[in-house]
């Protein structure tokens, strides 16, 4: 009996031992200058939106994260999941999407995620857009911007401040 007892705690600290635990960490899109006299121009884009094509991706099990918090779970699982289904459905960026993440523990999650695809198109440096605008009247343009973005609507009578940068040459 003593026998059988010590081969199984010598088993369980074996695979306790040797099973490995395997940590994945994904990245949405950013940009890093880690050199500070590299000057860049600020760009601007397009996003087709393919409304006919939903983009889906769901994880087939439930995945673990090093984390012991549920909010610091649900983040790392909604990024990683947003980085696969961008990478697996060959899409520039996911457009409005919905998701659903099932917890097991506070440790392990699984997500289904839904949206559009999305393509860049028309990369452009921002400044030859806003010079693009000096034809116009500055009250045209401010009545397109908060058109266009009801966000930066100012209460009535605020000034409007937009900085138009000087024309690159």
Known sequence: MKKILSIAIVSFFAVVAFSSCKTISYQARSLEIKDQAVVTTPTMVDVRVDVNKRVNYSDPDFVR???SKIKNTEEMALTAAKYKCIVENKIDVLVDPVYKITFK???KAKVELTGLAGYYENARS???DVN???DFKMEDV???ILFNNPELMQPVGAPVNITVPPASK
Do not use: A
């Open 126 to 128: 921002m400044y030859n």
């Open 132 to 134: 693009s605008l000096k």
């Open 105 to 107: 523990g506070k440790k």
């Open 65 to 67: 994260y090093p984390s």
């Open 142 to 144: 401010q009545k397109f």
